[in-house]
């Protein structure tokens, strides 16, 4: 039995994952003003980000068309699609209406689409997850039923230098968005289970913050031993090293991956932003 596994481009792909021929991505697209970025394998992180940094504008994301994701749903394979939280993007919806028009065209098979009810690492570590349970040999029942368990229990936290983005797009009040710029309090958020964005807390310091970060990791970090530690970072490798090295001095994690955010993440993240996904 084969298998294919589709992601939208907020799914930040390791380059192990980048070259597996069983995965597919489909990108979402940025605009800033008059210029639109198509968040591909073209995508350029240093230029994105002075373009943001230049404009007085806000970023501006489109989620994929249905047709998009039809065309990667066509094969012999059963195909599993991984989305940004349906809570966040209209990209979950989008993967749907693509199965219907598939089933509709070109009749029934196996397409599972996955509301990952999280985003950029959190999408990494359940198509990481997928590859697992196809190489165990899986049947595709079986492969779903474990996929919504893990889905279930996966947990997305998040701290960012800038908070811009997400202020002008609603997700933070006008008074969280002054005190961060103004008295330097960078606010500690999480994935709710439903794919919303929650504040946990706050620290004076993006630091310290990454201290507190750490805390509410240890709190609720049931079975790590069995679990992988997703990092992706905003063009700030360092600090993304450092927190790993911060987390497993205190939680014993299975393994732990690291990634760059691609175009998506990167908008959302801002320069210098932090996810962790476990």
Known sequence: MKYKIIVDSCTDLTQEMKNDQRIKSVPLTIQIGNKTIVDDETFEQKEFLRLVNESSETPKTACPSPDAYMQEMKGEEDVFVVTLSGNLSGSYNSAL????????????????VINSCSASIGQTLIANKLIKLIDKGLEFNEIVEKIQEFRANMKTKFVLQDVSTLAKNGRLTKIQSILV???????ILAGTKDGHIEKLGQARGFQKA????????????????????????????????ELKDMILEKINFKDYLIVDTAGISSTYANNGGIIVSY
């Open 97 to 112: 209406i693509a199965k219907e028009m598939y089933i509709e065209q070109w009749g029934h098979k196996n397409i599972e």
């Open 181 to 187: 710029s103004v008295l330097n309090i960078k606010p």
């Open 210 to 241: 990454l201290k507190e970060l750490v805390k509410y990791i240890e709190a609720d970090a049931i079975n790590a031993k069995e679990k992988i530690l997703g990092i992706a970072h905003c063009n700030n490798y360092e600090k993304a090293m």
